[in-house]
C-alpha cells in the first residue's frame, strides 16, 4: 500500500490523500465531511489516461496541470488532478506525478494490458 498526499492548487490548499493498494484505489475528492472519499476496486478499473495541460498566461506558460483519468466498468471516471504556478516546487509536484503514475501501473495497469 501507498499513500501520497496531494495539494490540488492555489485556492484548493487542503492536503487530500490517494491510497493506491493492490486490491483498491482511494481518493479523497470531496468535501462531505460523512463521505470524503471515492473508492474504486482493482476489478472496476478498464482504463487511464494521463498528461501535463500547460496553463498559458497572456503572452507565455505560466503553469502546469498534472491530470490522471480512471475509467471504470460503469463509464464514470475518477479524475486526480493539482496543478503549479510560476514554476514552484517544479521537482517535487513532477516526482509526484511521476510516482503516482509508475504505482498505478505497477499494481493495476500492467496486469491488464497482459491480459
Known amino acids: 500500500m501507498k499513500e501520497f498526499n ?3 492548487g492555489l485556492f484548493d490548499t487542503r492536503k487530500r490523500s490517494l ?3 493492490e486490491n ?5 475528492n470531496k468535501d462531505h465531511i460523512e463521505n470524503l472519499f471515492t473508492i474504486i476496486s482493482k ?10 495541460h500547460f496553463i498559458k498566461g497572456f503572452k507565455f506558460y505560466i503553469g502546469r496541470e498534472y491530470q ?9 471516471e475518477l479524475k486526480i488532478f493539482f496543478k503549479l504556478f510560476y514554476r514552484r ?4 509536484k513532477h516526482q509526484l506525478f ?18
Open 24 to 28: 483498491f484505489l482511494k481518493f479523497e
Open 6 to 8: 496531494i495539494v490540488r
Open 19 to 21: 491510497i493506491i493498494d
Open 43 to 52: 476489478n472496476e478499473i478498464v482504463g487511464i489516461r494521463y498528461g501535463i
Open 68 to 76: 490522471i483519468f480512471i475509467k471504470t466498468i460503469s463509464d464514470k
Open 89 to 92: 516546487k517544479l521537482n517535487k
Open 98 to 115: 511521476s510516482d503516482i503514475v509508475n504505482e498505478l501501473w505497477n499494481h493495476y495497469f500492467d496486469e491488464i494490458l497482459n491480459k
